[in-house]
């Protein structure tokens, strides 16, 4: 989907979404899951392990007869908790999680060693294969740096193994560690802080979140300079990719699971229009600035979107194409509308140079013209959350 609306008296913005097939739940392939469970000292908590706790046991609970589930455990050192049990047999596996405390150091990289070798044992031919790491990504014994373990984890996604993380916990949380495992273990990446957050995530996001239907997914856009004169992409910047690895099948990017959903930004400066966010650059001394003009290619396109992604099982890419014209209007979504809230939230938690005339009260207007479509309540939850920001805030001030 893409689509186009005024940012501010300069810019235009663009949004470009993604969404996978969705699949019906029964028609998913078996699943050999294993639950990689973080017990040391720092999980202690209502927030962090025994919250874990309570987010497996929604998962157990859907889970099919074809499923099966193993749980390894790490503190000072990693254990099997659990060998591979089938989903039938539900109890089983919840009278494991319910025997979990937490206690001692953090050794994660022999606990990711040890998961994979129990995931690739009950390897499960043309299946989902997948680790699920809950953890507040504070790893203190043996691999614990972001490029260590970075590095085990390149080698260890090879494979076939899939890693879903999840992030529990406040304070000391590890969220740069918790990224590197997401991005560079052909997985994904979710923050629990509630019961209902995990019910959204492990239930009714089910195959989103467990199920990858298409890994190595990449989105390159090439702009109109006819058309355009300057562009941003708002967010991602953990994401970026140099222009020739489109192209370079063995290149990692991210993997998107059964229906999953992705939502990116650009602001875009048209030709023509004075601003004040092109920078002049100097006159070169020892070089003679050619002044290139661009030749129209007579396209009224603002943009063309190139799609590449991998099936699950193959190691080939497809490339997909699709081009857009700015029909230099405001009649957009709802989605559109919420999602560019989230986007300029975004800019004021990190004060980004770019956020313009933005505040909490633009961010909450336009939150609220995107309600129509919030059967479950979570963007009347973001709403809230961003009040919670306009207040803090405001307290800070005095």
Same mark, same amino acid.
């Given at each position: $989907?893409?689509?186009?609306?005024a940012?501010d008296?300069?810019?235009r913005? #663009? +949004?470009?979404?993604?969404?996978?097939?969705?699949?019906? /739940?029964?028609?998913?392939p078996?699943?050999?899951?294993?639950?990689?469970?973080?017990?040391?000292?720092?999980?202690?908590?209502?927030?962090?392990?025994?919250?874990?706790?309570?987010?497996l046991?929604?998962l157990v609970?859907?889970?099919?007869d074809?499923d099966?589930v193993?749980?390894v455990? &790490?503190?000072?050192?990693?254990?099997?908790?659990?060998?591979a049990t089938p989903?039938?047999?539900k109890q089983?596996?919840r009278e494991?999680?319910?025997?979990?405390?937490a206690? @001692?150091?953090?050794?994660g990289? $022999?606990?990711?060693?040890l998961?994979?070798?129990?995931?690739k044992?009950n390897?499960?031919s043309?299946?989902?294969n +997948?680790?699920?790491l809950c953890?507040? @990504?504070?790893?203190? #014994?043996?691999?614990?740096?972001?490029?260590g373990?970075e590095?085990?984890?390149e080698?260890e996604?090879k494979?076939g193994?899939?890693?879903?993380v999840l992030?529990?916990?406040?304070?000391n949380?590890?969220?740069k560690?918790?990224?590197?495992l997401?991005?560079k273990g052909?997985?994904?990446?979710?923050?629990?802080d509630n019961l209902?957050?995990?019910?959204r995530?492990l239930?009714?996001e089910f195959g989103a979140?467990?199920?990858?239907?298409?890994?190595?997914?990449?989105?390159q856009v090439e702009f109109?300079p006819?058309?355009?004169q300057?562009y941003?992409?708002?967010?991602?910047e953990?994401r970026?990719?140099?222009?020739e690895?489109?192209n370079n099948?063995a290149k990692d990017?991210?993997d998107?699971?059964a229906?999953? /959903?992705v939502?990116?930004f650009?602001e875009?400066i048209?030709?023509g229009?004075?601003?004040e966010?092109?920078?002049?650059i100097?006159?070169l001394? &020892?070089q003679k600035? =050619?002044k290139v003009s661009v030749?129209p290619t007579?396209s009224? =396109?603002?943009?063309?979107?190139?799609?590449?992604?991998k099936a699950?099982?193959k190691?080939v890419?497809k490339?997909?194409?699709?081009?857009f014209?700015?029909n230099?209007?405001?009649n957009?979504?709802?989605d559109? +509308?919420f *999602?560019? *809230?989230?986007a300029m939230f975004g800019?004021?938690? +990190?004060?980004?140079?770019f956020?313009g005339? *933005?505040?909490?009260?633009k961010v909450i207007d336009?939150?609220?013209?995107?309600?129509?479509?919030d059967?479950?309540?979570y963007?009347?939850e973001?709403?809230r959350l #961003?009040?919670a920001?306009?207040?803090? =805030?405001r307290t800070?001030?005095?």
């Amino acid at each position: $989907a893409l689509s186009s609306a005024a940012s501010d008296v300069y810019k235009r913005q #663009v +949004r470009i979404g993604l969404k996978a097939k969705e699949i019906p /739940t029964d028609n998913l392939p078996a699943s050999n899951l294993v639950f990689l469970i973080d017990v040391s000292g720092s999980m202690w908590g209502a927030n962090r392990l025994d919250l874990v706790k309570s987010s497996l046991k929604l998962l157990v609970n859907n889970l099919r007869d074809k499923d099966k589930v193993a749980i390894v455990t &790490y503190s000072g050192s990693a254990g099997v908790k659990l060998e591979a049990t089938p989903g039938s047999d539900k109890q089983k596996i919840r009278e494991a999680i319910d025997e979990l405390t937490a206690g @001692g150091s953090t050794a994660g990289g $022999a606990g990711i060693m040890l998961a994979y070798k129990i995931a690739k044992k009950n390897l499960i031919s043309n299946g989902n294969n +997948r680790i699920i790491l809950c953890s507040d @990504g504070d790893f203190n #014994v043996g691999v614990s740096s972001a490029e260590g373990l970075e590095q085990l984890i390149e080698k260890e996604r090879k494979s076939g193994v899939f890693l879903t993380v999840l992030g529990y916990g406040m304070g000391n949380y590890k969220d740069k560690k918790i990224q590197v495992l997401a991005e560079k273990g052909n997985g994904n990446h979710a923050y629990i802080d509630n019961l209902q957050e995990a019910n959204r995530v492990l239930v009714g996001e089910f195959g989103a979140t467990l199920h990858t239907v298409a890994k190595d997914v990449k989105l390159q856009v090439e702009f109109n300079p006819s058309q355009v004169q300057a562009y941003r992409l708002v967010g991602y910047e953990s994401r970026l990719l140099k222009d020739e690895d489109f192209n370079n099948d063995a290149k990692d990017a991210g993997d998107m699971g059964a229906g999953h /959903t992705v939502t990116a930004f650009y602001e875009v400066i048209p030709t023509g229009v004075k601003n004040e966010y092109v920078g002049k650059i100097d006159d070169l001394k &020892y070089q003679k600035k =050619e002044k290139v003009s661009v030749k129209p290619t007579g396209s009224n =396109e603002l943009l063309t979107v190139k799609l590449r992604y991998k099936a699950s099982d193959k190691d080939v890419s497809k490339k997909m194409e699709l081009p857009f014209v700015d029909n230099k209007g405001n009649n957009v979504s709802s989605d559109f +509308r919420f *999602a560019s *809230a989230v986007a300029m939230f975004g800019q004021l938690l +990190r004060e980004s140079d770019f956020k313009g005339n *933005a505040s909490y009260d633009k961010v909450i207007d336009l939150a609220k013209q995107g309600l129509n479509n919030d059967d479950k309540g979570y963007r009347r939850e973001f709403i809230r959350l #961003v009040e919670a920001a306009k207040g803090l =805030e405001r307290t800070n001030k005095n």
